[in-house]
């Protein structure tokens, strides 16, 4: 081949080499798109499969605690899931009897609903299960409180008893009560009326025996009114007076409206039943000239009556004296009753010890309309009716005044 041929020809094939920079260059990219095509494959290739925590299922809330003691027995009791359910569950006494209980709709709730006692340990059984099948046995004891002593409460008003317009509602107590023991049971007194009725609870002097509160309408009670008394004591923390014994209710109703009026310078006793005058008798009060033996003025309640009843005032001379048809009005001796010794004053002066006599006919049909809680109206003597003349000076207590006896104050 001629020598130009040949030039040409190496020429043409110089021109078509590609630049080394552009072969490395190519090949670099290359490996680079091999490696993330190696890459993607490593990163969808799937790894081995992670292990779930095993679920932790927390045992079933218990009120009261496992191994609480001095538990009141009134407390809240029952147990609670968080997860799952609750089957089988019961709470039973030393004795193995079981306490009532209910369940929730969903079954994560159970609420003891029975009464537990005083110094009783109480167990539980049963178990929850758990979303995932776990089954946690229910287990654990309490103790309730073993009080060193009781408070035991009585009412003067029995269920079923028909009681006059002013008769108060009492709750006697067999211990002195504090301020604050007071107070706590005057939260768990209630009085429910069928006629709305304004009222409130007051408390007396202690007596001897012991505190006592009384309740009383601001006015009058209603005819008819069925009343519904209760006393929540059991279980409550009376402090140094101990524990109440037992809870007391009374339901009772207010009979027919009677008023006595008894005007100590008319010399007559006036009966109005239901606003009509149904009685208008001679009668003789106790003798003005003496302070010791003056009917007191105020408003007295019918406290009970008895065909006889012996009286005594040794002061005066006699003793054991016994009085026919006689109803009793106050603490400090004070009744209307027959008595025949003072026919010829009847209607005329006043000459007994305190009493309001009649004659025996008069004593007799008055003691037969005569109910525990009538007011007897004495008006016109010198000397007022107070709580030194025994329990049931209630009405002579300004309604203003009878509020603030409360032990709650103004709560």
């Given at each position: 081949?001629?020598?130009?041929?040949?030039?040409h020809?190496?020429?043409?094939?110089?021109?078509?080499?590609?630049?080394?920079?552009l072969?490395?260059?190519?090949?670099?990219?290359?490996?680079?798109?091999?490696g993330?095509?190696?890459?993607?494959?490593?990163?969808?290739?799937?790894?081995p499969?992670a292990?779930?925590?095993?679920?932790v299922?927390?045992?079933?809330l218990?009120?009261?605690?496992?191994?609480?003691?001095g538990?009141?027995?009134?407390?809240?009791?029952?147990?609670?899931?968080?997860?799952?359910?609750?089957?089988?569950?019961?709470?039973?006494?030393?004795?193995g009897?079981?306490?009532?209980g209910?369940?929730?709709?969903?079954?994560?709730?159970?609420?003891?609903?029975?009464?537990l006692?005083?110094?009783?340990?109480?167990?539980w059984?049963?178990f929850?299960?758990?979303?995932?099948?776990t089954?946690?046995?229910l287990?654990?004891?309490?103790?309730?409180?073993?009080?060193t002593?009781?408070?035991?409460?009585?009412?003067t008003?029995?269920d079923?008893?028909?009681?006059?317009?002013?008769?108060?509602?009492?709750?006697r107590?067999?211990?002195?009560?504090?301020?604050?023991?007071k107070?706590?049971?005057?939260?768990?007194?209630?009085?429910?009326?069928?006629?709305?009725t304004?009222?409130?609870?007051?408390?007396?002097?202690d007596?001897?025996?012991?505190?006592?509160?009384?309740?009383r309408?601001?006015?009058?009670?209603?005819?008819?009114t069925?009343?519904r008394?209760a006393?929540?004591?059991?279980?409550?923390?009376?402090?140094?007076?101990?524990?109440?014994?037992?809870?007391?209710?009374?339901?009772?109703?207010?009979?027919?409206?009677?008023?006595?009026?008894?005007?100590?310078?008319?010399?007559?006793?006036?009966?109005?039943?239901?606003?009509?005058?149904?009685m208008?008798l001679?009668a003789?009060?106790?003798?003005?000239?003496?302070?010791?033996?003056?009917?007191?003025?105020?408003i007295?309640?019918?406290?009970?009556?008895?065909?006889?009843?012996?009286?005594?005032?040794?002061?005066?001379?006699y003793?054991?004296?016994?009085?026919?048809?006689?109803?009793?009005?106050?603490?400090?001796?004070?009744f209307i009753?027959?008595n025949?010794a003072?026919?010829?004053?009847q209607?005329?002066?006043?000459?007994?010890?305190?009493?309001?006599?009649?004659?025996?006919?008069?004593?007799?049909?008055?003691f037969?309309?005569?109910?525990y809680?009538?007011?007897?109206e004495?008006?016109?003597?010198s000397?007022?009716?107070?709580?030194?003349d025994g329990?049931n000076?209630?009405?002579?207590?300004?309604?203003?005044?009878?509020?603030s006896?409360?032990?709650?104050?103004s709560?």
């Amino acid at each position: 081949m001629p020598e130009r041929a040949r030039s040409h020809l190496w020429t043409a094939a110089r021109r078509r080499r590609p630049p080394l920079t552009l072969v490395i260059s190519a090949l670099v990219l290359t490996a680079l798109i091999a490696g993330g095509a190696t890459a993607a494959a490593r990163s969808t290739h799937p790894g081995p499969a992670a292990v779930p925590a095993p679920a932790v299922v927390a045992p079933p809330l218990l009120q009261p605690a496992d191994g609480a003691t001095g538990v009141s027995p009134t407390a809240a009791v029952g147990v609670e899931t968080g997860a799952g359910t609750l089957r089988a569950v019961r709470l039973t006494d030393a004795k193995g009897a079981a306490v009532p209980g209910t369940l929730s709709a969903d079954q994560r709730r159970w609420t003891a609903t029975g009464p537990l006692s005083y110094d009783g340990t109480y167990t539980w059984s049963g178990f929850a299960v758990a979303p995932d099948g776990t089954s946690l046995p229910l287990t654990g004891t309490f103790h309730t409180v073993a009080p060193t002593q009781l408070v035991r409460a009585r009412t003067t008003i029995g269920d079923g008893q028909t009681v006059g317009i002013a008769a108060p509602i009492e709750v006697r107590f067999n211990r002195h009560l504090d301020d604050a023991a007071k107070a706590t049971v005057e939260r768990a007194l209630s009085v429910q009326t069928s006629v709305p009725t304004l009222g409130g609870w007051a408390w007396l002097p202690d007596t001897a025996q012991g505190s006592r509160v009384h309740w009383r309408p601001a006015k009058y009670w209603a005819p008819g009114t069925t009343v519904r008394m209760a006393a929540r004591l059991f279980g409550l923390d009376l402090g140094a007076a101990g524990f109440g014994a037992a809870d007391l209710t009374s339901e009772f109703t207010i009979g027919r409206s009677q008023i006595v009026k008894a005007d100590v310078n008319s010399y007559r006793m006036v009966v109005i039943r239901d606003g009509q005058q149904i009685m208008d008798l001679p009668a003789s009060y106790g003798l003005g000239s003496d302070p010791n033996r003056v009917t007191r003025s105020g408003i007295h309640i019918v406290m009970g009556k008895a065909e006889t009843v012996l009286m005594s005032n040794p002061a005066y001379g006699y003793e054991n004296i016994p009085e026919h048809w006689a109803v009793r009005i106050s603490n400090n001796g004070e009744f209307i009753h027959a008595n025949p010794a003072s026919a010829g004053a009847q209607g005329r002066r006043n000459v007994t010890h305190g009493c309001i006599n009649l004659s025996t006919k008069d004593a007799r049909a008055y003691f037969a309309t005569a109910l525990y809680g009538d007011p007897v109206e004495v008006t016109g003597s010198s000397v007022a009716l107070s709580a030194a003349d025994g329990d049931n000076y209630d009405w002579t207590i300004p309604w203003e005044r009878w509020k603030s006896m409360s032990a709650l104050g103004s709560e």
